[in-house]
């Protein structure tokens, strides 16, 4: 079935420095990957469609000089939290359109800001 | 527009059967299902596309009512491993582009 990779699975970073979370689809080809936040106990919110060769598209609230994405392939969309502070911790999920079995996520990453 | 799912949370023995209902305020295109489990990624169940369309596997099923704009999930002589959250997603457009909208969640807890 498809997979997708994403890494890392948990990272602690320090206040005011960045983060790069990869997300990859190993065997299939992704035009368009989401990227989610969920905060302990609530639903996975939507932050941004990430277009393969095109700029992403924010939902409403989400900053995007902040949250940085680049989709340079066709298998590989990375989000960079710019100048992280302690309330971008959350759970980061990507997600990516296969063919047969509707969205497959990634494992998902644990940010943790301190 | 987030979908509604009911009820919050539920709480079932080892055996018994449970209904998640998502409703949407909108006309949809198809309804996802997902079920998480705490710390982990979100496990694709299933995905109905309009057109009255019912699936199922083993003893999980679902039904969509395109006209109503709502889903429900089946789960029938619940089992401990089927404890989570289970969330549905709606899409209100086709095609690889369309954006997945999740519900905020049903939360079952199967007791042995």
């Known amino acids: 079935g498809a997979v997708v990779s994403q890494h890392p699975?948990?990272?602690?970073?320090?206040?005011?420095?960045?983060v790069k979370i990869e997300c990859r689809s190993l065997d299939f080809q992704a035009t368009t990957m989401f990227w989610y936040r969920q905060f302990p106990k609530q639903s996975l919110m939507l932050m941004a469609t990430s277009n393969e060769g095109s700029?992403?598209?924010?939902?409403?609230?989400?900053?995007?000089?902040?949250f940085l994405i680049n989709h340079a392939s066709l298998t590989l969309s990375t989000l960079t939290?710019?100048?992280?502070?302690?309330?971008?911790?959350s759970f980061y999920i990507c997600s990516a359109r296969d063919t047969i079995n509707g969205y497959t996520f990634g494992s998902g990453t644990r940010l943790t800001v301190v | 527009q987030q979908p509604v799912q009911s009820p919050q949370a539920v709480i079932l023995r080892e055996?018994?059967?449970?209904?998640?209902?998502?409703?949407?305020?909108?006309?949809?295109?198809s309804v996802h299902w997902y079920r998480q489990k705490h710390g982990e990624a979100p496990v694709f169940?299933?995905?109905?596309?309009?057109?009255?369309?019912?699936?199922?596997?083993?003893?999980i099923s679902a039904s969509f009512n395109e006209k109503k704009q709502q889903?429900?999930?089946?789960?029938?002589?619940?089992?401990?491993?089927?404890?989570?959250?289970y969330f549905c997603g709606t899409q209100r457009g086709g095609g690889s582009q369309?954006?997945?909208?999740?519900?905020?969640?049903?939360?079952l807890s199967v007791k042995p």
Do not use: W
Not at chain 2, 71 to 85: M, R
Not at chain 2, 101 to 107: C, D, E, P
């Open chain 1, 81 to 89: 939290v710019t100048s992280a502070h302690p309330e971008d911790s």
């Open chain 1, 55 to 66: 700029k992403a598209t924010y939902e409403q609230g989400v900053e995007k000089d902040k």
């Open chain 2, 71 to 85: 889903s429900s999930l089946y789960l029938t002589a619940s089992q401990l491993s089927y404890s989570g959250t």
């Open chain 2, 45 to 59: 169940l299933m995905i109905l596309l309009k057109g009255g369309e019912q699936k199922g596997h083993d003893k």
């Open chain 2, 15 to 29: 055996g018994e059967d449970a209904v998640i209902n998502c409703s949407s305020s909108k006309a949809l295109y």
């Open chain 2, 98 to 107: 369309g954006n997945l909208i999740f519900g905020k969640g049903t939360k």
């Open chain 1, 9 to 18: 699975s948990r990272v602690i970073c320090k206040s005011g420095t960045s």
